[in-house]
């Protein structure tokens, strides 16, 4: 005789089972709509790729700094997600510039492109192995076909192991986000809200200019007891007077003063050439350059950045060109490289990226610039920095009426005029002239300056004359 359950169980029993049926239906419908947004954010990934590939990023140095930017937003958050960390920013209009929140953005794509294409293939497979034959695997294989490439179709074909949960989780929020914030490769959302930005008053200059400003006020006071003072000729006798600036540091020192080129284009990688020549009897030096902070035009939107060559001749009348040309000459060539070695290692034997290497080389020549700049004006409280000489340079310049806009954006290495608006004011209301601009003969760069008409070498040397 059978044994009979009261009604009571059965109903418990019947409600369990309903329970867990639909649980596995919610999971069911929850894998199916990850699985498809899994697809959307793989397009997405792709299209952060429109111009430039992770390759050429990381050739760059460009996803070396994604890194850190990411890591940086990873640490400002509680769960260590930088995801989350950048859409609570987003929510409460936490950024400090759009350019901050655009550069956190690119970041944040290009890392979760690379979490989607190394986890979302594996995934894809689990799904379809764990799918029975029928029309609910037909229409999954069917949405991979029509969105996946060959590459990632490759990658789900080989892989063997299934995720795992931390794997998971990490594919999840690289998914979330980029469903939520899709890919501006050409940053027509940066360029829609830029104008506002650019337009603000209340913008603070830069701390090279402010210093500038300062080291001018300096000089005009100085000048009224001794009429030919000038704060750099004061600064390169401190450094040539200094026990710990070698003679090397010196020709570095020199270079930054009259080229005003940036401290990471002095790096091994790419470093300054120094050529003795002769101009109308006298003597000269030309600087070949080698630009940071290039990149190719891509499509009429993105127009390109900077110079990827440009050459500075100039006659040797201040003090550290006429030190720089007897060095050379002493050396017994006419030919000087100019580099400074960077460490691939940290001291605690950490191996850096490029990108990192290159600003530890940048603190470190700021380091000495700010050092030398304390000990030539102890009462000043601005920092002297590389880039005070840049502004120095490109203010120098702008005083001068028969230096073109164009002569001074290649001067500095830049492939636009627009943006001399962030270097140094001219110096013409102080009614000086300055020998360091007044001895530049001819600036040639390998970029045309948006504006004039192109060609295979940029030459603007019917711009400047021998003064």
Known sequence: MTEQLPLGSSYDNLHKRTAAADQLLDEAMAVEAFFANSLIAYTHAREADLLYTPEALVASGTWQKYEQRVAALARSNRNNDPFEAFLKKDRTQGWASVNTRQASRSALVRMAGQVIAEH????????????????????????????????????????????????RNRLAEAVAFLIAMPPDPEHRALRSRQPKEEANPKKKPAPGIVALRALNRHEDNKRKKSGTYSWRD???????????????????????????????????????????????????????????????????????????????????????????????????????????????????????????????????????????????????????????????????????????????????????????????????????????????????????IRGRKPGPFYNLGSDLGAN
């Open 234 to 448: 004061h600064f390169w006798k401190t450094a040539l007077t200094d026990d710990y600036v070698s003679a090397e540091r010196c020709v570095i020192i020199a270079t930054l003063m009259l080229t005003g080129c940036r401290p990471v284009e002095l790096s091994e990688k790419l470093g300054v050439t120094v050529e003795l020549g002769e101009a109308n009897g006298e003597s000269t030096l030309t600087f070949a350059i080698k630009g940071a902070k290039t990149a190719r035009e891509l499509t009429p939107e993105i127009e390109g950045k900077g110079q990827a060559l440009r050459s500075i001749e100039m006659i040797c009348q201040s003090p550290e060109a006429i030190w720089l040309r007897d060095h050379i000459a002493r050396s017994g060539s006419a030919r000087l490289q100019i580099s400074e070695k960077t460490t691939p290692r940290s001291p605690s034997g950490i191996w850096l990226s490029v990108a990192e290497q290159e600003r530890r080389l940048t603190v470190s020549l700021g380091k000495l610039m700010t050092r030398l700049g304390a000990r030539a004006f102890p009462k000043q409280r601005k920092n002297v920095t590389p880039y005070v000489f840049r502004h120095a340079l490109a203010a120098d310049m702008k005083s001068d009426e028969k230096i073109s806009d164009e002569t001074i954006a290649a001067c500095l290495g830049q492939q636009s005029t627009r943006t001399l608006r962030h270097y140094g004011r001219s110096n013409r209301s102080r009614k000086r002239r300055s020998v360091r601009s007044q001895q530049i003969l001819r600036v040639t760069a390998s970029s045309p």
């Open 120 to 167: 979302a293939p594996v995934f894809w497979k689990e799904v379809l192995t764990l799918t029975k034959a029928g029309p609910a695997r037909s229409s999954l294989i069917k949405q991979i076909n029509g969105t996946v490439d060959a590459e990632a179709m490759a990658r789900m074909r080989a892989a063997g192991e299934t995720l795992s949960e931390t794997e």
